[in-house]
């Protein structure tokens, strides 16, 4: 690998994001040209893409799907940026597939995984598959945190190899105006696709408990979209925001106390990295990947085991009547300063002195 320093990323990506539009726009102001290509947004999490505007130049590629990648076209364009750094968003995409294996030797390839180690039987194949599968095509592994830190481990990458904090939203948006008051923050606000693995059918029947339990209950906001809608609506104190676009999702955050993260499955959890950042209290389950390097009971939340709608019910009582919301806040955006853009592209753009060695041939 050489000792230049990257100026030439390459970000081959699935679906754009309010976190990856951040991180990219603070390499952008460390003079860090990109070339970007991504899939469409889907009708789950339809972002309003102007605010991802600024990527389409002639160093963009933008995709109906990944069956619609033309890896002609896209490593024409390639070979004419000429990538020093490639970032891939996992390694199914056969387009993506291909432009890693033609760049061995000429760029530091990087998987990028949101995915913890399970110990489900796909996993363990992948794990036996991974020296012919997945080691060819990539020099290192860029993960959201300690689960998928293990699981990189375990697809053959050292720990030199591996680099964390893939998810950190923009800090400077969620970040609370210095003038709020804590302690007028009151609401719980639950954001999220309103789908199985993410706990709704827990949430709801918690916060009927946590409703009949509170003399003076605070309401619960609910921004998403998704199947299990119906579960929630009816209830009292219930508010529906639908899918909530990520330039107006900071606003929300600094008006409601507390983030509730009832899921049953979450690989990490971009939005407790984001209520960390906004100052909220937390509450999420231990299923949320997030929740081992953000969340600490008794210190800015709590975290407690997934599906148990008792305990949930309990967390937003002892949230609502903690007197140490103020402290939590201070909490909260103590450990958000783990996941920022700034550190993002500090730690990505020092991979090239780091020790990530070529294989033999490359």
Request: proline share 6%.
């Given at each position: 690998m050489s000792g230049e320093p990257v100026t030439r990323l390459a970000v081959l990506w699935s679906h754009l994001s309010g976190y990856l539009n951040a991180c990219l726009r603070e390499c952008?102001?460390?003079?860090?040209?990109?070339?970007?290509?991504?899939?469409?947004?889907?009708?789950?999490?339809?972002?309003?893409?102007?605010?991802?505007?600024?990527?389409?130049?002639?160093?963009s590629r933008e995709w109906d799907s990944s069956e619609a990648i033309d890896g002609k076209d896209l490593l024409a364009g390639l070979e004419a940026f000429r990538p020093q750094m490639i970032l891939v968003s996992g390694w199914n995409h056969p387009g993506y597939r291909a432009v890693a294996k033609h760049f061995a030797g000429r760029a530091t390839r990087i998987l990028c995984m949101d995915n913890p180690w399970e110990e489900?039987?796909?996993?363990?194949?992948?794990?036996?598959?991974?020296?012919?599968?997945?080691?060819?095509?990539?020099?290192?592994?860029?993960v959201a945190g300690e689960r998928q830190f293990q699981f990189a481990r375990r697809l053959g990458f050292d720990d030199s190899q591996i680099l964390?904090?893939?998810?950190?939203?923009?800090?400077?948006?969620?970040?609370?105006?210095?003038?709020?008051?804590?302690?007028?923050?009151?609401?719980?606000?639950?954001?999220?696709?309103l789908s199985p693995e993410k706990g709704v059918a827990t949430l709801a029947e918690a916060y009927r408990i946590y409703r009949a339990t509170s003399t003076s209950p605070w309401t619960l906001a609910v921004a998403g979209t998704g199947p299990l809608r119906s579960l929630l609506e009816g209830i009292e104190g219930v508010n529906l925001l639908g899918f909530v676009q990520p330039a107006h999702l900071p606003a929300l955050m600094h008006s409601k106390g507390c983030l509730v993260v009832p899921s049953l499955r979450e690989p990490f959890g971009v939005q407790i990295a984001e209520g960390a950042s906004a100052g909220m209290a937390i509450i999420a389950t231990s299923a949320c990947g997030a929740s081992v390097h953000l969340v600490r009971s008794g210190f800015n939340g709590?975290?407690?085991?997934?599906?148990?709608?008792?305990?949930?019910?309990?967390?937003?009582?002892?949230?609502?009547?903690?007197?140490?919301?103020?402290?939590?806040?201070?909490?909260?955006?103590?450990?958000?300063?783990?996941?920022?853009?700034?550190?993002?592209?500090?730690?990505?753009?020092?991979?090239?002195?780091?020790?990530?060695?070529?294989?033999?041939?490359?």
């Amino acid at each position: 690998m050489s000792g230049e320093p990257v100026t030439r990323l390459a970000v081959l990506w699935s679906h754009l994001s309010g976190y990856l539009n951040a991180c990219l726009r603070e390499c952008s102001r460390r003079d860090v040209e990109l070339f970007t290509s991504w899939l469409r947004t889907s009708g789950s999490a339809p972002f309003d893409e102007t605010s991802f505007a600024w990527l389409r130049t002639k160093n963009s590629r933008e995709w109906d799907s990944s069956e619609a990648i033309d890896g002609k076209d896209l490593l024409a364009g390639l070979e004419a940026f000429r990538p020093q750094m490639i970032l891939v968003s996992g390694w199914n995409h056969p387009g993506y597939r291909a432009v890693a294996k033609h760049f061995a030797g000429r760029a530091t390839r990087i998987l990028c995984m949101d995915n913890p180690w399970e110990e489900t039987p796909k996993q363990w194949l992948g794990r036996l598959v991974a020296p012919w599968y997945v080691k060819p095509l990539f020099d290192g592994a860029f993960v959201a945190g300690e689960r998928q830190f293990q699981f990189a481990r375990r697809l053959g990458f050292d720990d030199s190899q591996i680099l964390t904090g893939l998810y950190a939203p923009d800090a400077e948006a969620f970040r609370p105006p210095s003038d709020l008051d804590p302690e007028s923050r009151k609401g719980f606000l639950f954001v999220g696709r309103l789908s199985p693995e993410k706990g709704v059918a827990t949430l709801a029947e918690a916060y009927r408990i946590y409703r009949a339990t509170s003399t003076s209950p605070w309401t619960l906001a609910v921004a998403g979209t998704g199947p299990l809608r119906s579960l929630l609506e009816g209830i009292e104190g219930v508010n529906l925001l639908g899918f909530v676009q990520p330039a107006h999702l900071p606003a929300l955050m600094h008006s409601k106390g507390c983030l509730v993260v009832p899921s049953l499955r979450e690989p990490f959890g971009v939005q407790i990295a984001e209520g960390a950042s906004a100052g909220m209290a937390i509450i999420a389950t231990s299923a949320c990947g997030a929740s081992v390097h953000l969340v600490r009971s008794g210190f800015n939340g709590q975290v407690l085991a997934a599906g148990d709608p008792v305990a949930l019910a309990d967390a937003l009582v002892k949230i609502e009547s903690c007197p140490r919301r103020s402290a939590m806040t201070k909490a909260s955006q103590a450990l958000a300063g783990q996941f920022t853009p700034a550190i993002w592209s500090n730690n990505l753009l020092s991979w090239q002195t780091r020790s990530v060695p070529q294989r033999a041939g490359s």
